[in-house]
């Protein structure tokens, strides 16, 4: 976190000030490690298996806070008796499809009491839906939406019966013992009770303690469960919705946030509503009702609401009732549109053309190389950034230009390179980690013909709209009808944020009065609002993201400087601070609680919960949606308003966390049989390589591990530091960090320089040879892991290899993001081949390492025929290669 | 003791150099135990001050590439990675660069630790650089700070041989800057401190390792954490400059570091270099009338 959010760790220094301890779970000794109390060094990859053991730790000794897990999680609900455990089947779940690689989730639902047995409505119904889910990245929705289930279903209070999920739970990490971390992870078994107990002793009633992580858990094949396992751990131990509790997660950009909750994702529209599949939603009404999920609880129930809304606030007058609000002009997708399968497909020549703004994907993407090829075959290409990055000019610098692969003169991308206003030239607002909005008034005119992002779309659409003016085409109308009247200003006609600010809060659309909460919505096309949970940030007229109250002036919540959605809510389900009865659990840790005399929730922070809803509130027969809500349903985006310790339908990849090896890696992995996450997505095509892992053979060739991330010096990609001399000079080449042990086994000289090899590419660094990194011991054997910046690319004042070329495209099925935070390589001493030899060295690699055209490693590994095998090292059954496999 | 003019002990710098009612001496407590080594100093200071470029080099000193205080580098940090136990004095436990393989398996290593303190100039109370300026460039604020002008600084010199810090240098480049050949070195923001405000590094600084206010009372904010540190049971934190009684008088940009001076590069015992000035005039004197004695009883005896 020092690394890469220096201005935020001064808030866990402070907290260190005050007595709190704060614990470093890293591959690497960074900056942080360097003020934390204690660094535990971990084999990269192996995350779950770490908080696995501590989940068992937990269990074993009972050491959850009872009550709060009892009446906030699901921990006692059962769950259907047709569920297989990856215990019972080598690493797999119930309902495998070989096939299609995904789950029916039939077998994991809950027992429900409708004695039907029908399955909840909204529930995946087999594992073609789950196959669609990973292509549309549904988990990113299953992530805002929560689980949407059944909303009564058996119980056992006393967590006893062996299908209660707090009792599966216990038996599916009951193999994640403290030796099992030790092996798997290479922690000592000291060091890893030493957090159990810190973190146990540090929850409960009087104490809660916070999880904080970031990209480093995200970017993994198994990256939403590495997650999943840190929300298991922190409901076990009560600390979900409570102060100092949580799970803050990192962003890796100042408004990133923003960027999905008003989004950037294909899949997703603002406010995290579903984009529609042509597929499958022919209505609006197919739409809305696959986002409401009748039947369940919670506040999604009103997604009509905010589907009109922001079709409103898209289409203006021309959206009625009478055209279901223009739903026939809402583009919809038909698959995956990642960015790495958009990427492939520029590859394949099958898209044109592509904007890229603020992103340097020829750098900063997993597979440089296909990044590039990608871009080299496009018709066009715009870019707008600050400098001439590298996505910009590959066409007459990049490696693929050293290789040959790209040929200048013979590249027919045309690429228009716009200048683009920098942050202190534009006004807007941020949103960031904490989903608070914070406005940004402009500094200072941006220079030239530098513009903002706002000028350009609304420009550009203005312009396409004065092209098609005349036209008759049915075609035209989803661009004309558009509400595109927003007001300008200045000399060159720049937008007003504020209005843009406005129509995202919502208003009334006669009367044009803001609305202060998305509860104001209607759905008959009398209000319209761009995102329902950032309304409420003009409440009353005021622009509530450009407060500035100073901290000393108000409650240790600040709940007065800027505006956090939905409603301003700082802490996410905080009816959770409070006990069943509503009282705090602690007077040390209050912060929302039931005040009986007026009837309504109070405390610090808005309550986020109904108001006047009591803590006796039992829902009556037959009830749905908010109503079904209960007095201790905390959790009010969950289809049962409970957290979840398992979770029946949402995940592409199981119902509860598993250790699985990355992609790459060295070891077999040693739970069981199945190796690597049996669901993600691949790409198998020829330039898209992926070095061996167990069981295949050749793992020898790249025998080391590695792991990128961050210096505090540079940012991502490099196109805002490498250009700049004050930031250039403090980190200005390249470098491979190695520990003494691993130099001297490759003879690598400190300052030296070597190069690091994988399927995919080789590049080249100085050695910074370091005792910060440390070999680990797992399973027996000793793993070296070698560390990598990721900043550099041919462009600026500090040039070098970039680290991203090394990575191929494996995702996480659940939202498609990219492995790249771990993997296997070579290290070798001396700067790497260049021209035409590089391209000769890598494949003389890839060849050695088994890695052929058109053959790939079977993905499941589980023998066959064989689901209770036990021994996991079990050779595969005789012909293990299956046939080409396109994977769409 | 300490009079009027006095080239060591404690003293008040600007009263001493002639300000009648100056404001409260200001300095910096640095708080090296908070430093997450962001370097956001270094780059402030660049900013505000429009310092040049420095060496645009990789060292391999860790993520240090600005090597040491120098002209073009107002605001150093520095990176020492080195085992918990510190090794005895005899077996020179200096940080090398780059980590030389050990014989000691990993499990037997002692605990890493990873230091990190962001240097600058001291603002002596007895500063040898004003001590020995000759043309008067280098003077004392009325803040109690020591400042170039770079207008009236001839490049002589005498003020980078002085400094028993090796702060100060003079510009060797980038080409064609202006103030190439001048001596330059922090100035404690003084065009900053002059209109109220805090100078740029410890505005910079976001974990407060870099704090700026009156001498006095970041001396006893220092104690404090000094205290709490020790009781936490961090044994090795030490204050470094805070002493009046010091070689140097005390300085007005003091530390907290965790370890020994030497480990962050730091002289463990500064003395102000002009301190033995006045004793070495006197022997001066002494010496020449005894020259002039001898001359004379020599010209005496003749006749």
Same mark, same amino acid.
């Given at each position: ?45 192996? =995350? ?27 921990? !006692? ?9 990856? =215990? ?109 107990? !810190? ?117 203006? *007058? ?5 055209? *279901? ?147 008759? =085409? ?378 052929? =055209? ?35 | 003791? @300490? ?28 708080? @090296? ?39 073009? +580098? ?33 499990? /037997? ?15 002596? @109370?007895? $500063? ?41 240098? %003079? ?12 001596? +330059? ?8 401190? @002059? ?12 974990? /407060? ?6 001498? /006095?009372?970041?001396?006893? %904010?220092?104690? /404090? ?69 001898? $001359? ?6 003749? %006749?």
């Amino acid at each position: 976190m020092a690394e890469a959010h220096p201005v935020g760790f001064q808030w866990v220094v402070e907290a260190q000030k005050r007595g709190a301890r704060v614990i470093h779970i890293d591959p690497r000794f960074t900056r942080t490690s360097a003020v934390a109390d204690k660094h535990v060094p971990i084999r990269v990859g192996s =995350d779950i298996a770490f908080l696995g053991g501590i989940v068992n730790y937990i269990l074993s000794n009972e050491l959850d806070f009872r009550e709060y897990v009892v009446n906030y999680t699901n921990a !006692a609900v059962l769950v259907s008796d047709k569920f297989e455990d990856t =215990d019972d089947l080598d690493g797999l779940f119930s309902g495998f499809d070989p096939e299609k690689r995904t789950y029916d989730p039939t077998s994991w639902q809950y027992d429900v009491e409708d004695e039907s047995g029908d399955l909840h409505k909204s529930q995946a119904n087999g594992s073609e839906e789950h196959a669609e889910h990973r292509e549309t990245a549904a988990g990113l929705q299953n992530e805002a939406h929560g689980m949407q289930t059944a909303s009564h279903p058996r119980r056992d209070e006393t967590l006893q019966h062996p299908r209660c999920v707090y009792q599966v739970l216990k038996r599916h990490f009951a193999r994640y013992t403290p030796e099992m971390v030790e092996q798997v992870c290479g922690v000592s078994q000291e060091d890893f009770l030493d957090v159990c107990r !810190a973190w146990t002793e540090n929850s409960g009633r009087e104490r809660t303690t916070a999880l904080v992580y970031s990209v480093g858990w995200t970017q993994h094949s198994v990256g939403v469960q590495y997650i999943r396992t840190g929300a298991i751990l922190q409901l076990l131990l009560g600390n979900m919705g409570r102060p100092g509790g949580g799970i803050m997660a990192l962003r890796g950009h100042a408004s990133i946030q923003g960027s999905t909750d008003i989004p950037t994702l294909f899949n997703l529209l603002p406010g995290y509503l579903p984009m529609p599949d042509a597929n499958k939603h022919h209505s609006f009404t197919d739409w809305v009702d696959s986002v409401r999920n009748p039947g369940s609880k919670g506040f999604w129930s009103k997604a009509d609401a905010y589907a009109v809304n922001l079709l409103k606030a898209y289409w203006g *007058d021309a959206a009625t009732a009478d055209n *279901d609000y223009c739903f026939d002009y809402m583009p919809k997708i038909t698959g995956d549109h990642g960015t790495y399968r958009s990427v492939l497909d520029m590859i394949d020549g099958k898209v044109k053309g592509y904007f890229l703004l603020g992103q340097n994907p020829a750098v900063g993407s997993a597979h440089g190389r296909a990044q590039r090829l990608g871009m080299a075959n496009l018709d066009w290409l715009v870019v707008r950034d600050l400098f001439e990055i590298e996505s910009a000019n590959f066409w007459k610098d990049s490696p693929e230009i050293e290789t040959g692969e790209i040929v200048t003169e013979e590249c027919a991308t045309e690429v228009f390179l716009f200048p683009a206003a920098s942050y202190a030239e534009k006004e807007g607002t941020f949103t960031q980690t904490q989903r608070m909005l914070q406005w940004r008034e402009k500094a200072v005119e941006p220079p030239e013909d530098c513009r903002s992002e706002l000028w350009f779309f609304y420009h550009l659409g203005r312009m396409m709209r004065e092209r098609l003016a005349e036209s008759t =085409d049915e075609r035209d109308r989803p661009l004309l009808d558009l509400a595109w009247d927003y007001p300008v200003h200045g000399e060159y006609d720049e937008p007003s944020a504020d209005a843009v600010l406005m129509e995202i809060n919502g208003y009334d659309v006669a009367t044009r009065r803001p609305l202060s909460s998305f509860t104001e919505m209607k759905n008959d096309g009398s209000t319209l609002g761009g995102c329902w949970i950032y309304t409420g940030v003009y409440a009353d007229g005021v622009n509530q993201a450009n407060r500035r109250k100073s901290r000393h002036e108000q409650s240790f919540v600040a709940p007065e400087w800027g505006w956090a959605w939905p409603m301003n809510r700082r802490i996410l389900y905080n009816r959770a601070s409070a006990d069943p009865e509503g009282r705090p659990w602690s007077e040390r840790k209050a912060y929302v609680w039931w005040d009986d005399d007026a009837q309504q929730w109070t405390g610090a922070d808005v309550p986020d919960f109904e108001k006047t809803k009591p803590p006796s509130y039992r829902s009556p027969e037959g009830a749905d949606g908010v109503e079904a809500l209960e007095g201790i349903d905390p959790f009010i985006m969950q289809g049962d308003g409970k957290g979840a310790l398992y979770v029946p339908q949402g995940l592409v990849d199981g119902p509860m966390p598993t250790h699985y090896e990355p992609v790459e890696s060295p070891f077999r992995n040693p739970l069981y049989a199945q190796q690597a996450n049996p669901t993600r997505k691949e790409y198998r095509r020829d330039d898209n390589p992926m070095n061996p892992a167990p069981p295949e053979d050749h793992i020898d060739v790249f025998p080391f591990v590695f792991t990128t991330s961050r210096l505090t010096e540079h940012h991502t990609a490099g196109g805002m530091s490498r250009y700049l001399e004050h930031l250039a000079e403090l980190q200005p080449e390249m470098f491979v960090e190695v520990s003494p042990a691993l130099a001297a086994e490759r003879g690598l000289e400190h300052m030296g320089w070597c190069h690091v090899v994988t399927a995919r590419s080789a590049i080249e660094g100085r050695v910074l040879v370091t005792e910060r990194l440390r070999p680990l011991k797992v399973e027996g054997r000793t793993v070296h892991q070698v560390w990598m910046p990721y900043h550099w690319g041919s462009g600026g004042m500090v040039t070098g290899d970039s680290t991203n070329d090394l990575f191929g495209i494996t995702l996480d099925p659940n939202v498609l993001i990219q492995e790249t935070k771990v993997g296997t390589c070579d290290v070798r001493a001396g700067r790497r081949p260049s021209g035409a030899a590089l391209r000769e060295y890598v494949e003389g690699y890839a060849r050695r390492a088994g890695v052929t =055209d058109h053959v790939y490693p079977p993905i499941v590994t589980v023998p066959d025929g064989d689901t209770a095998s036990d021994d996991p090292r079990a050779p595969e059954a005789s012909d293990d290669r299956h046939p080409p496999e396109e994977d769409e | 003791m @300490t009079g009027p003019n006095s080239f060591f002990g404690p003293i008040d710098p600007a009263p001493d150099a002639g300000y009648e009612d100056p404001p409260a001496r200001k300095g910096f407590f640095t708080d @090296t135990s908070v430093c997450i080594g962001c370097k956001a100093c270094e780059v402030a200071c660049k900013e505000w001050n429009d310092v040049p470029e420095n060496l645009f080099a990789m060292l391999g000193t860790s993520y240090d590439n600005s090597h040491s205080l120098n002209a073009n +580098q107002w605001r150093h940090v520095a990176f020492i990675e080195r085992p918990a136990e510190s090794k005895p004095l005899v077996s020179l436990g200096m940080p090398t660069v780059g980590a030389t393989p050990t014989e000691l398996p990993e499990e /037997e290593k002692p605990d890493f630790r990873w230091l990190m303190s962001s240097d600058v100039c001291k603002h002596c @109370t007895h $500063a040898a650089c004003l001590d020995v300026c000759p043309t008067g460039s280098l003077f004392r604020s009325e803040f109690g700070t020591v400042v170039v002008q770079d207008d009236i600084c001839n490049g002589c010199g005498y003020c980078v041989a002085a400094c028993p810090y090796g702060v100060i240098d %003079r510009r060797k480049g980038p080409e064609g800057d202006p103030k190439v050949g001048i001596a +330059q070195k922090c100035t404690l923001c003084y065009d900053r401190l @002059t209109d109220g405000q805090t100078p740029s590094c410890a505005q910079a600084c976001p974990t /407060e390792s870099i704090q700026y206010g009156d001498v /006095e009372e970041l001396r006893a %904010r220092a104690e /404090e954490r000094l205290a709490a540190l020790h009781e936490r049971g961090v044994s090795e934190a030490r204050l470094y400059g805070n002493d009046p009684e010091d070689g140097v008088g005390g300085t007005g940009a003091f530390f907290l570091l965790l370890d020994e001076p030497e480990v962050y590069g730091l002289p463990p015992d500064p003395v102000v270099t002009t301190k033995d000035l006045p004793e070495m005039w006197t022997r001066a004197a002494v010496a020449a009338v005894a020259m002039l004695a001898g $001359a004379a009883a020599s010209f005496l005896r003749r %006749r």
